[in-house]
């Protein structure tokens, strides 16, 4: 069980807003809800918009009686990023807003440990938290993260810019953002749907005056066959070309001189090359041809000099630590 900070947070001004996007959630969302409700310091207000449901999802909602839940149904299925945008479109009726995915949650002392972290930074600044990865069942997956009680501590914007276009992207339901009942300046991509998220924190820390981390683990992702990799795992443009496009979109955004631009764009190619290659992997025995059309992806992405780099790269770690072989 997570190690609650000895020392008391400071106590909150002003108003906590979860809201939660769904589409036929009824396989997870009630553990969500219920992870929400027994917050320490639960949201003020929790507002679910709903992709047009097929299953029980508003049943379950509208049954849900540990903390008042709010319904809010789309006139029509727009999908995951669009869907996400309208969620960002209440940011602006709340002093700090918190989104969240269908099927993950939060430990008990999220929101308190992250309230107190951001109370006396400027408007626009997040926090986030480190993640747990759970299986469908909810049973933790390793590695397991460890939980000490320590505070939130300053991080590096160009540091965490730099984890974003390097695709070490923090996960949606471990920020919450200081919004102060304005609205927020940058909205997911709604043409990237696998890397929509990298490009959305990339775009939101450019523009944050503050960044703090909280290295606990108090947001677990669930991973599960109907997840946004599964679904793009078969799509050349989203699960492989498109990660190209975010790491040149998201290493614009940063403050750097030109000599350190180029630097960084040589490390990138061959990083690109190099997640190609383990994909390749992944692929080669389910699918040869599939595995090629990544492997010329890459080719035409990197050139062939980065290319040649990240896949000796990833030979060598092979050779140390064996291959990442994907699990099906």
């Known amino acids: 069980m997570p190690t609650v900070p000895t020392e008391s947070p400071k106590p909150c001004s002003g108003s906590v807003m979860t809201v939660i996007p769904v589409y036929n959630g009824e396989p997870y969302l009630e553990d969500t809800l219920r992870s929400l409700a027994t917050q320490t310091h639960p949201p003020e207000r929790l507002i679910i918009i709903d992709d047009g449901s097929t299953d029980k999802t508003e049943e379950l909602v509208r049954s849900f009686q540990d903390l008042p839940c709010e319904w809010h149904p789309n006139a029509n299925n727009l999908g995951l990023f669009p869907n996400l945008n309208q969620a960002l479109t209440w940011a602006s009726q709340t002093d700090y807003f918190h989104l969240m995915l269908a099927d993950d949650r939060v430990e008990p002392d999220f929101l308190e440990s992250s309230l107190a972290t951001l109370i006396d930074e400027p408007v626009h600044s997040f926090s986030w938290c480190d993640t747990q990865w759970i299986d469908a069942s909810g049973k933790q997956l390793p590695p397991l993260q460890p939980d000490h009680p320590v505070a939130g501590r300053l991080f590096d ?6 984890r974003e276009c390097e695709l070490q992207t923090i996960s949606v339901g471990s920020v919450l953002i200081k919004t102060q009942q304005k609205p927020l300046a940058c909205r997911f991509r709604t043409d990237m749907p696998q890397v929509a998220d990298c490009v959305f924190f990339g775009e939101l820390a450019s523009v ?24 793009n795992i078969r799509n050349l443009d989203a699960w492989v070309r498109d990660e190209w496009r975010a790491m040149n979109l998201i290493a614009s955004l ?63 770690r092979d050779c140390l630590k064996g291959p990442r072989l994907r699990q099906s």
């Open 254 to 316: 940063m403050d750097e001189s030109p000599w350190r631009r180029w630097v960084r764009k040589q490390k990138l190619k061959a990083l690109f090359a190099a997640r190609c290659r383990v994909k390749e992997q992944w692929m080669s025995q389910e699918d040869p041809s599939y595995a090629q059309a990544i492997y010329q992806a890459s080719l035409e992405a990197a050139g062939r000099c980065h290319h040649i780099l990240g896949r000796a790269a990833v030979q060598i």
């Open 208 to 231: 944050a005056p503050r960044i703090k981390h909280i290295p606990r683990p108090l947001c677990q992702i669930r991973t599960h066959a109907f997840n946004m990799t599964h679904r």
């Open 157 to 162: 914007k160009r540091q965490f810019m730099k």
